[in-house]
């Protein structure tokens, strides 16, 4: 998936969900292995911009994530991560 290819909007998403990923991972609460990195952004891309709703898209992204086989081991809280997705996105 190239920037071209991507509307503003996903754009926009896509600079939010990897702070998020950064963040979660900075703070020790996924661990991602390095290649599957752009797999997963775009795996969570996907949820995110499918999403009816505001409150739906942080829900369908956490599931993603949790249920990704693009991450290695997740130690948050489904709450912890809500609210860095919430954070990042702006939900």
Known sequence: MSDD???P??????GALDDALNRLASEELVEIVPEHRA???AELLGAAANAETPRRM??????T???????EEIYATDDQLRDILTAA???
Do not use: D, F, M, N
């Open 5 to 7: 290819e991507l509307s």
């Open 9 to 14: 909007y996903e754009r926009h998403l896509l």
């Open 39 to 41: 797999a997963l952004l």
């Open 65 to 71: 994530l949790v249920s990704s086989e693009h991450v």
């Open 58 to 63: 942080i829900k369908k992204t956490v599931r």
């Open 89 to 91: 996105i702006g939900g």
